[in-house]
């Protein structure tokens, strides 16, 4: 399937690492700072979303995800494009704040 590199696209890390020693919390921790510096917003807890312009992006930003992975754990990253993010659909109980929105952020060059 043919994707073009200027369609925007939103990547999702979901991520279950350990913290059940000191330095597996610490790995977790620096992980978790590494998606935050990438421009990634959380979601629910283990679960991150980042706007990117293009494919072109993604696949970078993917590159340093993979070359930042803790020792230990799984991650996985989806990628979906702006209108299939747009489709989510969110639900919450009465007790719960409303989740943020998401950015409306447009990457320059």
Same mark, same amino acid.
């Given at each position: 399937m043919f994707r073009s590199p200027?369609? %925007? /696209?939103?990547?999702?890390a979901l991520f279950d690492l350990p913290t059940d020693t000191p330095d597996a919390r610490k790995s977790y921790a620096?992980?978790?700072?590494h998606l935050l510096s990438q421009g990634f917003t959380?979601?629910?807890? %283990? /679960?991150?979303a980042r706007y990117c312009s293009g494919e072109d992006k993604a696949k970078i930003i993917r590159r340093r995800i993979r070359q930042s992975l803790p020792p230990d754990g799984e991650v996985r990253v989806i990628t979906l494009t702006d209108t299939q993010y747009g489709k989510m659909?969110?639900?919450?109980?009465?007790?719960?704040?409303?989740?943020?929105k998401a950015p409306l952020q447009v990457e320059m060059f």
């Open positions: 200027y369609l %925007s /696209v939103w990547l999702i620096v992980f978790r700072k959380m979601l629910q807890y %283990s /679960v991150y659909q969110i639900f919450h109980g009465k007790l719960r704040q409303p989740p943020d």
